[in-house]
């Protein structure tokens, strides 16, 4: 595996304000709201309009597997932006999620809390700005089944030695992360000198070779062996 050092930059994701949308799922389960997908499953829209939590009464956002017997497969778009619980510290997305969409946990507060992301090995999908401005999230694992990670996925807003990701493991070869001219936006837009472990040969290594100012490989393992 190589490990890059790298900085990112390109354009910022747009504000929630600036966004014009309709969010209203068609089946509502407990604190969700959701559509069945053609094959069944459901896509998530949002937590529901009518269900709040108190602030800082939710620490751990553990998205459930299954809504009503239908197995979640997708994240919808802004699902999770516009009622994003305050003082969250980690979210789980449960194995069998396969499409988390556009600025679906885009975060909204002015000093968000997540320190942790975890990911299923399902997931093939990772959208626009899905976990934006997350700035206290220092480590992210990719898993190796993704297929592909659209421009701003991981935007960071002003970090700094306290702030963004610091490391950033891809266990996947071949994502497609939607850069085709140096002109595109990075999936990982505003990182600054973070630490990135993936394979030799693998499409992370042509993007930090092609979208980064600095560009160090190593043989150094994910687990620091």
């Known amino acids: 595996l190589f490990l890059a050092v790298a900085l990112c930059t390109s354009l910022a994701v747009p504000a929630l304000a600036d966004v014009e949308m309709e969010l209203e799922g068609d089946y509502a389960s407990g604190a969700y709201t959701y559509d069945l997908r053609e094959d069944g499953t459901a896509l998530i829209i949002t937590f529901n309009k009518?269900?709040?939590?108190?602030?800082?009464?939710?620490?751990?956002?553990?998205?459930?597997?299954?809504?009503?017997?239908?197995?979640?497969?997708?994240?919808?778009?802004?699902?999770?932006?516009?009622?994003?619980?305050?003082?969250?510290?980690?979210?789980?997305?449960?194995?069998?999620?396969?499409?988390?969409?556009?600025?679906?946990?885009?975060c909204p507060q002015a000093e968000p809390t997540v320190t942790e992301l975890n990911l299923p090995s399902t997931l093939k999908l990772i959208g626009s700005a899905a976990f934006s401005n997350h700035t206290a999230l220092r480590t992210l694992v990719i898993p190796e089944n993704v297929e592909e990670i659209r421009g701003n996925a991981f935007y960071t807003m002003e970090p700094d030695e306290n702030h963004g990701l610091q490391t950033v493991i891809c266990y996947s070869r071949d994502v497609d992360f939607n850069v085709r001219t140096l002109y595109d936006s990075c999936a990982f837009t505003g990182v600054r000198n973070a630490e990135f472990y993936g394979y030799p040969g693998s499409t992370l290594e042509t993007l930090y070779k092609t979208h980064l100012d600095e560009y160090y490989s190593s043989t150094q393992q994910p687990d620091g062996s």
């Not at 699902?79 to 679906?104: H, K």
């Open 50 to 106: 009518n269900l709040q939590y108190p602030a800082y009464s939710l620490t751990d956002l553990v998205i459930p597997s299954e809504l009503d017997g239908h197995k979640v497969t997708a994240i919808g778009n802004y699902s999770f932006s516009y009622w994003f619980p305050a003082g969250v510290e980690s979210i789980t997305i449960p194995e069998g999620v396969e499409y988390i969409y556009d600025n679906a946990f885009l």
